[in-house]
């Protein structure tokens, strides 16, 4: 089993809808978790962190982590066309010091 | 700096050569970690370093790859008699925090490597 899972999409939304992206992790004693955004060709860039379990809000963006189904879940309200990139999750690796990254998930919002 | 700084932005290499990547993490920050993302791949550890540890090499996928940092700050990557499957982008990442866990990472723009 993979550490951390992802579906690749395309997750394809149009404007202004909700875009509801998914993430599931194995090590039931994770601790940390980050959503990361990486537009084609660039590097990613941080846009959430969420440690403890519920809701976590930042503007347009909801993180949610449930940590007894092991599911973190990132929402994007008011979705614009800007938001297309890939989504990443991470998670940190107890056995270490490092975040294991899931494949991402790569989201369209169409106008 | 502002950032966390990688050079090269692109490196061709032949088959066999060795390449260098440096990475010069935020002013700062004493976490220092390196990964690479091939295509459609996930990011891949390679190797962690906070401080003046011994770094964290599990990652390393051969004995092809070392990274050293020196005083502290700025990383350099090596890879030996490069490999075809050793074309990727190699990422630097920087952090706050002792760990990346408190803060997340800053990554850097990469290096992306292609050997011919």
């Known amino acids: 089993q993979k550490e951390v899972e992802q579906n690749s999409g395309p997750l394809s939304v149009p404007e202004g809808a909700i875009a509801s992206l998914n993430c599931t992790y194995s090590d039931r004693v994770s601790q940390s978790f980050f959503w990361y955004r990486q537009y084609s060709g660039k590097s990613p860039e941080l846009i959430m962190s969420?440690?403890?379990?519920g809701d976590k809000e930042d503007g347009r963006f909801t993180a949610q982590l449930n940590k007894a189904s092991q599911y973190v879940s990132l929402l994007i309200r008011d979705s614009q066309p800007s938001d297309s990139a890939t989504y990443l999750c991470?998670?940190?690796?107890?056995?270490?010091?490092?975040?294991?990254f899931g494949k991402g998930t790569s989201l369209l919002v169409t106008p | 700096g502002a950032g966390v700084s990688q050079s090269p932005s692109n490196k061709v290499t032949e088959k066999g050569k060795d390449v260098e990547l440096r990475c010069d993490p935020i002013?700062?920050?004493?976490?220092l970690y390196w990964y690479r993302q091939s295509l459609g791949q996930g990011l891949e550890f390679l190797i962690y370093f906070q401080g003046n540890s011994a770094p964290d090499k599990s990652g390393l996928p051969s004995d092809r790859f070392s990274a050293e940092r020196t005083g502290g700050s700025v990383s350099t990557l090596t890879i030996q008699r490069t490999q075809q499957e050793d074309s990727a982008v190699y990422l630097c990442?920087?952090?706050?925090?002792?760990?990346?866990?408190?803060?997340?990472?800053?990554f850097g723009s990469g290096t992306r490597l292609t050997v011919v």
């Open positions: 969420i440690y403890s379990n």
């Open positions: 991470a998670v940190n690796s107890n056995s270490g010091y490092a975040l294991n």
């Open positions: 990442a920087s952090s706050l925090g002792r760990t990346g866990f408190e803060y997340g990472y800053t």
């Open positions: 002013s700062g920050h004493t976490a």
